[in-house]
């Protein structure tokens, strides 16, 4: 109850039972569910030891249309529609879907006697790459359906985009190549304080690129000196009274991917 609540989702109503707030998280109504949809936000528990690593991403593929064929019990083929339904929700709306990823035994096929050692809340974002008309379903960690752009990309940012000076000091041409690179690389999230950035209007993922040396100063444009910043971040990074401080921890970060 508690990562879905960190993930977004309104939990209220887990104590709308008889068991009331104090039984909330064990509330049959929410606790068993696989998917959570308010509309905007989909939040979804996969099994670690089902993600798969596939071309350096990692993924989990799964076929849910078999599965509710066979399915006997009626509350878990309830589940498995409904995280069929969010799915194809977060497909259509290119909406990102976010993963409990849950660690421990399952029951017996068809039961609910699954022992939960641990759960996570990943904190990148996943994307539904298809769902094939036979029911396949690829999903892949990163933000492969909606992908990043960076101040440079945007176009109705316009001249008073409050860095460009500063984040170009000089007409030196910038290497898209480069900094798509470093966009995938972040997943979508800052890769100082690990926030997601956010959504544009056109259903990208918004964050910003910075020469963590500056060109000026002779640093290079290339990914091991360029790193995705959140907006606050990147001005911090700029302007702040610790920027000499910030630089250090960015060029530890950098050393470290
Ligand atoms: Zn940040
Ligand atoms: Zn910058």
Not at 4 to 30: C, H, L, M, Q, T
Not at 42 to 59: F, K, P, Q, S, Y
Not at 113 to 122: H, P
Request: proline share 4%; glycine share 8%.
């Amino acid at each position: 109850m508690d990562l879905v609540a960190e993930a977004g989702i309104d939990v209220s109503d887990w104590s709308n039972f008889r068991g009331g707030p104090s039984k909330a998280r064990v509330n049959p109504k929410y606790c068993y569910e696989w998917a959570f949809d308010d509309g905007e936000k989909i939040v979804i528990t996969l099994w670690h030891d089902e993600l798969i690593r596939e071309n350096g991403a990692i993924e989990r593929r799964f076929n849910l249309n078999a599965h509710v064929k066979t399915e006997q019990n009626g509350n878990r083929k309830a589940r498995r529609t409904r995280l069929r339904a969010a799915l194809t929700h977060a497909l259509n709306a290119k909406l990102p879907v976010r993963v409990i990823v849950v660690d421990g035994t399952r029951g017996a096929l068809g039961k609910d006697t699954a022992k939960v050692k641990a759960r996570l809340l990943d904190p990148a974002p996943w994307a539904v790459v298809h769902i094939r008309g036979d029911g396949e379903i690829l999903l892949r960690r990163g933000m492969a359906a909606a992908p990043s752009v960076d101040q440079f990309s945007i176009s109705e940012l316009g001249s008073d985009e409050p860095n460009r000076r500063a984040v170009s000091g000089s007409v030196i041409a910038r290497d898209g190549a480069v900094r798509r690179a470093v966009l995938d690389r972040s997943l979508g999230l800052c890769e100082y304080c690990k926030a997601p950035g956010f959504r544009t209007s056109g259903g990208q993922i918004y964050l910003e690129t910075h020469h963590v040396v500056p060109l000026s100063e002779g640093g290079s444009d290339r990914p091991t000196n360029v790193i995705a910043l959140c907006p606050n971040d990147h001005r911090k990074a700029h302007h702040s009274s610790k920027k000499d401080e910030i630089r250090m921890k960015l060029l530890k970060i950098l050393e470290s991917i």
